[in-house]
């Protein structure tokens, strides 16, 4: 069905299978005339590549993008970029394990129903080593919009709450600890949690809070594809995202009318924001910021029961190098998935 | 930006004003042969009809559908489906007050930045009586596919919970009381609770849940368009939602690798179903389940500041006649969202 | 798979089979604030409709149409446009000899196989009826681009041709005569070939020509949606269209690149222009201008073999009232549908 | 805008300037299990590549196409197949000429228009030799649909036309010479004729016939995406092209409907085939096959007058290694583009 394209008018399209010759995409739509700090998209694929901390997977990838068209004299021609990411280390033997046999909680089943056979090596397509083509696109789309500020961090590793409001944090301090949470106690408590996760050959979810500010007030295409809507769909299409709220989000559902309604002050901003920057589907100009939950890791260092193809059931115990807990790189790819989102509905709303 | 339309094949266009002349939609891409249940889609129309009891808004509106294409002899013919909804008691009068003012916490004041001008007539194309084509369109695709069972219910009124998990209610008693909580015990407290923050003026939000069952392997278009992120947008499309969460959700990023992994039995299915029915994006044959936020309806019975369009701040008390709490009238609408969802995906899995 | 939409950022989606209860359609990304000239509409219909003249079907069917949404105070919102123009004449019983029966070069026969059943009334959704949504589509187009002048006339009936250069003829004069052609010795030849075609029972078919001015420099986005492609698609999305060509055409094929060539001005204008306006898919501020052929109407008032649903060949003669020759009616629906595409193209060059 | 993606199930998206690293694509919504017979595709990029015979341009690009994913153990996998086409023969020196320099009858100066700058080597993005990447497309989109058989051949070189009806030709001799035109005689003369213009420093134009057999009855989406309408759409997106045609075409618009309506037989099949194997935008099963105008190309090695970026009229001659004519080369193109229309509406015809 092609659902490999996001975007209508900033419109990327990605491929790529964890193991096979390369990853890549082609961003369609990108704006011509844009001075690209090539720096900057090496900074995000370096946030988000594996082998960064002691408390991500172990993995070596260089993830060097290679741009091959779309860019002339350092400036984007407005012509489509296309790009590649060229698979380096693949260690394919890792995987001759779960050729035959469906993995708990991953993707080996279903892609094997629905298309009747796959690319087992290190989960194929499924694989999330496809964000790195996400964050490219990201990347590009936050040069696009150089007013706009898009902020994630950690904001919980498994029951560890960082509850501070996003106001009182300090974002230049994200990256100054492996966990990317600005909170430094809290975040020497989830790196401590993380480690000693792994020491259990487990595994563990977390949470990815995201503020937008800058935002241009009326981003967002009503009834269907509100501003919220398609950042929600952007979220969790990343690879173990299992929600999303935003501003008030599910709390709100608790609250009375009279205690959620954000009032006006006289300029049109709002004295409180628990409509999270978006009114009706468009953006109100207050800051936008919401949450995403991802679920644990799947591969665990454990030994569990998998299925395999001819219906027996076997025990398994994970191998390859695999992250005890996923949120501190998935931190960047929530950035590159909202500066897609946003770069569209930009370019849409100047035809107003 | 046309962002009026939703599904690929299965595609809904809706178009009309709260106080228009009619609301109303295109479906296209239904298919040819389906002899449609008028009264099943009647009654889908009732439940999300305003005035159906003590609970929700008092208003009367007939909501009666008018087919104009698209079906011969009783039966869908595969050209598309037009239909309109006319408006018959609108009271405009009602909302002269607002034609200056923006309301706290609706879409007034960024309707009128993004478009110059607006419709403030009961909200214009930002009222949730737009819900109503979506409700024509997702009762007919139910009817598409007979064998998906789709139960939506509320789950939470403000601080009341049901914590039952929904294996164990009786969907059949869904419909047995006006809050649509099949817990019979909890929607007596519910209602009591709406009957007390109607009293107050006020207003109330709460979670629609909802479960989907016998849902065939293999749909969803990964890696951008999962069934998940999918209906995350759905929903997320829909007035007043905060948040979506499937599966385990929030939840279960606070949870182990080592807890979180459904285990296969040999037949395919798994022991558990934290996963909620999808595995990278595609539909694994469990059961489908997810929660959908909504705020506080913004109208209440109480003076609030506004904003005028010349920058005055203004008391205002609401008028009209809104629900205190929205989200028994909301089940329809998510299941009509949940079944247009599923049917796009159909249509896209049969080519495979 | 839902072909019944035509646009990205103009996004026109139409419904209605010839003897339903109404055709209709939704136009989604109008710009908000125009102000509306509804009898400019009217005038676009009347133009498109039966029983105008002598020379065409003596069918009377009122067109009127209907806006539902999307306008206020006379202005359009920006929220989607929905308009109705109910059926009010039909003679279904015309077509029951239809029922069982394909007529030769209609489409019942491939309706019937794609679909298994269709309605036959009229040719359904087949019939040229449709294309009543199309021209209200684009007399609101026409609006959204005052500069733009699109002048459509005939320019062949049969084998009678206007070989007149378009710049030498006097558009003014195309509503002057029932063929609209705008030369009247010609049109005077081409009414006569009619009306005798017409007595021998008979059809014939014809070209009609488009041209645009003042479409300013950048409309088109190639690779694939370059403008003269997008025009060709629209044009030969009418119905009983044959061909298209622009600019020098298959004429051009036959040319060497010293005379086809189009050299500049030093303004950026060319001293020629074979080129017919486009170059690389783009508009290049020069006269666009296009050819269109149109097959005769297949209903003739003759005896012809058709197939029935069993398999045996049976004679029929043409019922119904029918156009004998389609082109006069089909020049408000050129200029529409070339207004539909270049709104679509206006709108997305906004964002350059 | 994104203009370049092609189709909505089988959906092809093409990046690449003719002097950049690589032109490439992503084919997505390519079904899974397709045996790839990776010789056919190179077959048929080498009937499209440069330096092939006396007759076309002698640059010497190997066109070789490197797959990146979505293929496994020779196998489509079903996710998108992302491949690259280095180029490695650029000689950029040739076209420092028109950095500032607007060629007649080229893109450059719209290009400039539009997008505020471009490049300029060998027309960037408006080369013709981004059509490699849709050969590519459609050489796996044949194999897609292995029973359906599609044969482009030259059918004229400027003033030299191919009168004989396909149905008379051997589609086996197209390759058996360098013009590609099935007809031995009619071959020679057009190869003459196309030395002697090259001979001239000067180019010509062309018609591509193109016949597609054994098409299933019900391809189509009518009321826009009626068959002939893509395919029109497809083949006016190849560059030069200025016309097309299918069934009776241009000479249908003289024609009677006693003459032009296609009688029965009594298996559906039809005596004549002047509708070109389309009624109502839906294929019937019949032999589709339509016409395609090229224009000369407009590089010529005469001195004509160009204009410069600051408004100066300045002579230049042709340079770099240009065809002469560009249909024996274009043959290819047109059967891939006519592939990938065929197994995009193949597929959306599978969901009804």
Known sequence: MA????????????????????????????????QLDFEAIEVDMARRKPGQSAIVTQRKEPDAVQFLSGIFEGKTTGTPI???????NQKSDDYSHIK???????????????????DYRGGGRSSARETASRVVAGAI?????????????????????LETPYQELDFSKIESNPVRCPDEKSAAIME??????????????????????NVPVGLGEPVF??????????MLSINAVKGFEY??????????????????NPDGSTKTNLSGGIQGGISNGMDIYFRVAFK????????????????NITPMTGKGRHDPCVVPRAVPIVEAMAAIVLADFYLINKTY
Do not use: W
């Open 192 to 213: 401590e949690y993380i480690r000693d996760i792994r020491k259990q050959g487990d595994t563990v979810g977390g949470v990815v809070t995201c503020v937008i500010q």
């Open 82 to 88: 296309g790009f590649i990411i060229p698979n380096t």
């Open 141 to 161: 789309a936050k040069q696009m919009l150089p007013e706009i500020k898009i902020n994630a961090y950690v904001s919980s590793v498994g029951p560890i709450h």
């Open 247 to 264: 501003g008030s989000g599910f709390s709100g559902s608790e609250m009375k009318g009279s205690e959620h309604n954000d009032l006006y």
């Open 296 to 311: 644990p890791v799947a591969t665990i260092m454990q030994t569990q029961d998998s299925l395999d193809n001819k219906g």
């Open 100 to 118: 035959d046999n469906y993995r708990p909680s991953h993707a080996d089943y279903v892609y094997d129903q629905k298309y009747g056979f796959r």
């Open 225 to 234: 594809d509100k501003l919220h809507a398609e950042l929600g769909k952007a």
């Open 3 to 34: 659902g490999n394209s996001y975007g209508t008018l900033y419109k990327v399209t990605t491929f790529g299978e964890s193991h096979g010759e390369a990853l890549g995409g082609i961003i369609d739509g990108c704006p011509p005339g844009i």
